[in-house]
């Protein structure tokens, strides 16, 4: 069983960076693949970014690419997202995911954090 706690949340001003940490419980950890959500008010969750088991292989969502790096330290069994040139259309709840039936890339997340709420102010 794997039990995702993501913290680094926050309120920031457009331009500013925040760093979202997601530390995962279970010995498996480093067999999924991993990523980061977001769901804003009145809208659907949408895929921000994912990572390979390894963290070699990462993808990202256009609205995100160049601004957003994700990263992973196995033997942390954490996940980061940082964010950088913040802009108020990036404030959402953001989630932690995992996908225990694949090792690349996040299709079918079954294991949800929380969420942490990241807010960007014009």
């Known amino acids: 069983q794997v039990q995702l706690v993501e913290s680094g949340g926050g309120l920031v001003q457009a331009g500013g960076s925040l760093r979202l940490s997601c530390a995962a419980s279970?010995?498996?950890?480093?067999?999924?693949?991993m990523g980061w959500f977001r769901q804003a008010p009145g809208k659907e969750r949408e895929l921000v970014a994912t990572i390979s088991w390894s963290g070699t292989s990462t993808y990202y969502a256009d609205s995100v690419k160049g601004r957003f790096t994700i990263s992973r330290d196995i033997a942390k069994n954490t996940v980061y997202l940082q964010m950088n040139s913040l802009k108020p259309e990036d404030t959402a709840v953001y989630y932690c995911?995992?996908?225990?039936?694949?090792?690349?890339?996040?299709?079918?997340?079954?294991?949800w954090g929380q969420g942490t709420q990241v807010t960007v102010s014009s």
């Open positions: 995911a995992a996908d225990r039936d694949n090792t690349v890339v996040v299709v079918a997340p079954d294991c």
């Open positions: 279970g010995r498996t950890f480093s067999r999924y693949a």
